[in-house]
């Protein structure tokens, strides 16, 4: 077996070890805007694709990818997933070792399988900030669709009460743009609103209603202006203001600023 799962950050912004991976690919699987951001990397002639249409209330995206590539290696080819940002967050790189070692029971040789990391958003957030999350960072889906209430409450309290930096991620949740493959058992805009505001009012619990609060948008690019800002106690607004691919940011508690930046000091 010979499959690759890397991270190429937000833009390409891939390392030099996925660059050769990628160059050496028969086979590439991944989402058609993270495919894009890599085809000048890609040989001629590779095979790039996704796998949307195959995805369904049963076997979701994740899952259609891993199969795909499993199967690809069967037929001999060097098989590269791309995950935008890095594979073990949020990425590929867990659907894929879970569907590979199912295989794996079935008499499946594992062989050459490598994870290669990229730059995750909450680095890019951290590095237009400044350097809030010196002092530790707690890294948060809120709208995950396999997160029950339950899980999310839980986690959300753990991330408030410990006082490290926060960067939540899925802000909002897929089924506001797919209900028909991410059903919800209410508006899916309602929930993910929920969701936010109990992560406000359980920070707000332990922090200062003025702690800066902030949302960064356009990870990867180069962009006007700064991550919009508002006090943790009036930052709903930054939520109303978010997309799929923001991420929403508060320093650690010890944090300090000056000038445009803000940073913790370990």
């Not at 070792?97 to 990229?118: C, F, K, M, N």
């Not at 999310?152 to 930096?165: E, M, P, T, Y």
């Not at 009036?234 to 508060?250: H, Q």
Request: one cysteine or more.
């Amino acid at each position: 077996m010979s499959v690759s799962v890397v991270g190429i950050g937000y833009g390409a912004d891939v390392t030099g070890e996925v660059r050769d991976v990628l160059a050496r690919a028969d086979v590439v699987i991944g989402h058609e805007s993270f495919i894009a951001a890599v085809r000048h990397l890609v040989r001629a002639g590779a095979e790039c694709f996704d796998v949307q249409a195959m995805a369904t209330a049963t076997e979701d995206i994740f899952a259609v990818r891993a199969r795909a590539a499993v199967e690809r290696d069967l037929k001999g080819a060097h098989v590269v997933i791309v995950s935008g940002g890095d594979p073990g967050l949020l990425g590929m790189a867990g659907p894929f070792l879970r569907g590979l070692y199912a295989r794996a029971r079935e008499d499946r040789p594992v062989e050459d399988v490598r994870i290669l990391p990229g730059l995750s958003a909450w680095q890019y957030a951290s590095a237009r900030l400044g350097a809030p999350f010196n002092g530790g960072v707690c890294v948060l889906s809120l709208c995950l669709y396999s997160h029950t209430e339950t899980k999310i409450l839980r986690q959300i309290k753990g991330v408030a009460a410990s006082g490290l930096g926060l960067v939540a991620y899925m802000l909002r949740h897929n089924g506001e743009m797919k209900p028909e493959r991410y059903p919800t058992p209410e508006p899916a805009v309602d929930l993910a609103r929920r969701r936010f505001v109990t992560l406000r009012d359980e920070l707000l619990r332990h922090r200062d209603p003025r702690t800066p609060a902030f949302l960064v948008r356009g990870l990867g690019e180069e962009r006007d202006g700064k991550p919009e800002r508002a006090p943790l106690a009036e930052c709903l607004g930054l939520w109303e203001r978010s997309d799929a691919v923001s991420v929403f940011c508060v320093p650690g508690d010890d944090y300090e600023e000056g000038g445009d930046f803000i940073w913790n000091v370990t």
